[in-house]
């Protein structure tokens, strides 16, 4: 698990790698040329791999139960090159995250590929339901896999589709109906005319546009009237826009639009988490942070370390004392207790 570089995700996970695509703007084979090692070296290393047939009937496809490392012990990220590459010891990567995150799941791969089995879908699909505290994007030019598939249509599983110019505007018929849905125009080669789609902005629930990046001196610059045309009819349907930094020389700082759609605007604590900065108070029943509260210890014989075996709001505790007749453990400060009180609570 990677924190992201892409400006609307806060994480990559990449349980595959490698697509058979072969769009020529495409910067994730540009990076595993950089992090592969000897391509024909590692193919040599047999017996730390496994092979298993394309789905399509391509060629041969890779699977990786353990990293793969070189003659230094350094991990290599991509030992195949863009080869695709099934990564099972990434599988328990999104227990690691504390906190619920948007996940953009294959960006080193198109996880729809035709080439890629049901088989690694389904191990994927299976963690995402174990943590559910997580947002998951995934994003695919070959849309119409995600019906023939059959996709959950969990609210926390969200499935695009990537259009770059007019001839592959009709993908976003294909995205998965009762599911959550976006659009990726990115990078932006020519209009859409999105006036002739205006079905796309009533069906998804997102979109994100972009200019082709990098350094290839043939670059496409999108126009800015092919933006604001797309903005325009997103705004009309009430549908959130993301514009990648790419787009300010086109348009402008002021014109830019950041949005995102509601589920994805904040973070959710994994259940870990939740367990360790959460408690019930023990009188009034309430769930809260336990640094807003006090860890009452005790005892058995003296001389024995107190252990804590509760937690009670400072409002409740203030009332037993005041009930039993008993004084307050601490003094009354602005916050509400002592020092001592805070390093127990």
């Not at 598939?149 to 294909?174: L, Q």
């Not at 086109?250 to 994994?270: A, I, K, W, Y």
Request: glycine content about 10%; overall charge negative.
């Amino acid at each position: 698990m990677n924190r992201s570089g892409i400006e609307w995700c806060d994480h990559t996970w990449n349980p595959v790698t490698g697509c058979r695509h072969g769009c020529p703007y495409c910067y994730a084979r540009k990076m595993t040329a950089r992090f592969s090692g000897d391509v024909r070296i590692n193919m040599m290393a047999e017996r730390d791999y496994s092979m298993v047939p394309a789905a399509d009937g391509g060629g041969d496809l890779y699977v990786l139960d353990a990293p793969m490392v070189n003659e230094t012990g350094s991990t290599l990220a991509y030992p195949f090159g863009f080869e695709p590459t099934f990564h099972r010891y990434r599988m328990g990567i999104p227990e690691k995250l504390k906190m619920g995150k948007n996940i953009f799941v294959g960006a080193m791969s198109d996880m729809f590929g035709e080439w890629v089995p049901d088989a690694w879908l389904d191990e994927v699909f299976e963690t995402c339901k174990k943590y559910p505290v997580h947002n998951y994007l995934f994003l695919t030019k070959n849309v119409r896999r995600y019906c023939e598939y059959g996709v959950p249509a969990a609210g926390n599983m969200w499935y695009g589709t990537s259009i770059t110019r007019e001839s592959e505007a009709d993908r976003f018929n294909f995205l998965p109906a009762g599911c959550r849905t976006f659009v990726s125009i990115e990078p932006l080669l020519e209009d859409i005319e999105p006036g002739k789609h205006n079905i796309m902005f009533r069906q998804a629930d997102w979109i994100i546009i972009g200019a082709e990046t990098g350094r290839k001196t043939e670059k496409v610059v999108p126009e800015a009237g092919w933006v604001r045309d797309i903005v325009r009819e997103a705004d009309a349907a009430g549908i959130p826009v993301f514009m990648k930094e790419s787009l300010v020389p086109v348009v402008g700082e002021q014109d830019m639009h950041r949005d995102f759609p509601g589920q994805l605007q904040g973070s959710e604590l994994s259940p870990g988490l939740r367990k360790k900065l959460f408690g019930v108070c023990v009188e009034c029943g309430a769930d809260r942070k336990k640094s807003d509260m006090v860890a009452l210890l005790a005892r058995e014989r003296r001389g024995e370390q107190p252990k804590q075996f509760c937690y009670m709001c400072r409002e409740c505790l203030g009332g037993f004392c005041g009930r039993h007749g008993i004084d307050m453990p601490f003094g009354q400060k602005e916050r509400g207790g002592s020092e001592d009180e805070d390093r127990q609570g």
